[in-house]
């Protein structure tokens, strides 16, 4: 089993719905955080969280909120999807080394 | 803002040719890792170098890193076609060693 796991794998939704990315980790480390990744742009940190009760913005936090609901879980919510948030979604842990999720395809039309 | 510059952009060799890629970052840094990935996949971690450290090696893999210029080399010798794919390197700043800032990525293709 994969020792960081993202749902959904491909999403397209509509402009104004809110949307849910779940992540997942077997890695029993404290530290997860939610990248996006658009062509040409390489990866860019949306937010992090270094334990249950730490949450912290990135670089382009705006129009995104998560929620750390255990060690394990770390989700990833757009609260009203707007076409520019169409990008590919990675979930990632450290430990101190680094372990990535498959990542999530959104699509928002 | 990206911490990481990866040059080229884009490299396509023969196999069996080495491949050499460059990243220049900005800020002094805890740690440099690259990271390869297969055409829009997740990433897979190849190597990291902490900054105490000049040369790293890791099967055909050896990387480099340059402290006074801010600078890191990865070399993939004697490439395959499997090596295809894109490669980005990853900073860890001091004073936020905690989240990487990746570069925009080179995108290598080796032919058969």
């Known amino acids: 089993d994969a020792d960081v796991t993202q749902t959904p794998r491909n999403r397209i939704t509509k402009t104004g719905k809110r949307i849910m990315l779940e992540c997942s980790q077997t890695k029993g480390h404290d530290r997860m955080y939610w990248y996006r990744q658009d062509p040409g742009l390489g990866l860019r940190l949306i937010y992090y969280?270094?334990?249950?009760?730490?949450?912290n913005k990135g670089e382009i936090s705006d129009g995104y909120s998560v929620s750390r609901q255990a060690q394990a879980k770390f989700s990833l919510s757009l609260e009203s999807a707007i076409p520019n948030q169409t990008a590919l979604y990675f979930c990632?842990?450290?430990?101190?080394?680094?372990?990535f999720g498959p990542g999530t395809r959104l699509t928002v039309l | 803002s990206q911490q990481g510059e990866e040059d080229p952009q884009a490299l396509s060799i023969q196999e069996g040719e080495n491949a050499t890629m460059n990243c220049s970052y900005k800020t002094s840094i805890n740690n440099l890792q690259w990271y390869r990935q297969n055409s829009g996949r997740g990433l897979v971690h190849l190597i990291l170098?902490?900054?105490?450290?000049r040369e790293k090696h890791s099967g055909r893999l050896r990387v480099t890193l340059d402290t006074s210029k801010k600078s890191s080399s990865l070399l993939i010798t004697a490439s395959r076609a499997a090596d295809t794919a894109s490669y980005f390197c990853a900073t860890a700043p001091i004073g936020a060693n905690s989240k990487l800032t990746f570069g925009k990525g080179i995108t290598l293709s080796v032919r058969p």
């Open positions: 170098i902490r900054s105490n450290e």
């Open positions: 969280s270094f334990d249950v009760k730490d949450i």
């Open positions: 990632a842990t450290s430990g101190p080394l680094w372990s």
